[in-house]
């Protein structure tokens, strides 16, 4: 489903941040909670089946069935953080103008929606990496029993390999200019943001992540997201603890300029404590000498 916010009260399921309202934003909803089992049943016994269950459901139950049945709803730039792309390719119609509200939106924000569903679509999965591995394998190992026709099917492979690594970039290079909004960022902060996580993308995981603990800043997360944080960090500044329960570490969203701490770990209680901070103002800290490589 997608469609303009009709509000500003929904909280975004990645970032956590409210969205603003007429923004673009898509939603999913959680089909978590199955239906009592009456198939094979007399239409009697079905009934009865059916309040019993109903009956044995307590407060919380309810709860959870209302929640599962609830759309879920996302900032456009953050849907594709939603879930892997392995999900994606199972569960994401290959059409979206299928979309409920596609009709309603304007032509360019449909166009916008349809590149972001290529992009996501697009990314390969760990199966079809796996499946298209397992087939050069073959292809090589068809080639011992030929001589020559061994080096002729690496080669093959090779080209295969690269050019879908090409294809890779290429659609990794469109997803990130979909999802990187400027957001609260001025003009020039959002320019060095932008060149910032382009230069960023060379570096590994590890090194991306030894620079955010350098700096007391989260360091879970997709590769994408911690070079977004990176970025973020050298060009405004180091996000301070939690000033509430003085341990979380601070999330900070730039679609709404919200600073929220989910909370932490309590070692001692073996237990997370919730903290429901939230401030657009917050006073950032000295970005420290990044890691070395």
Known sequence: EVEYAKSN????RVCMAKIPKEALRIGHVQLDAAPPLTEGLLENDAVAA?????AAMTDADRRNAAAAGATRWHHFECFPRMKGAKWMAANLPPDPSTLGGFSELKKADQKKVTQLWKAMLGQPSAKSKSSKASAAAAAAAVGDGVGKKRKGSDTAAEGGDSSSSAKR???????????????VLSAKDYKKVQALECELAAC???QLQAELV???QVRTGKKEELCQRVA???????LPACPRCERGQIHWSRIGGWHSCPGYFDKDAGATKRCNFRAQELKRGK????AKK
């Open 287 to 290: 970005w420290k000498a990044k």
């Open 9 to 12: 009260m929904a909280t975004c």
């Open 204 to 206: 590994t995981t590890a």
């Open 50 to 54: 059916a309040a019993a269950a109903a």
């Open 214 to 216: 350098l700096n007391s």
């Open 232 to 238: 973020e960090g050298r060009v405004l500044g180091a």
């Open 169 to 183: 970039a290429k659609l990794a290079s469109k997803l990130a200019k979909l999802t990187s909004p400027q957001g």
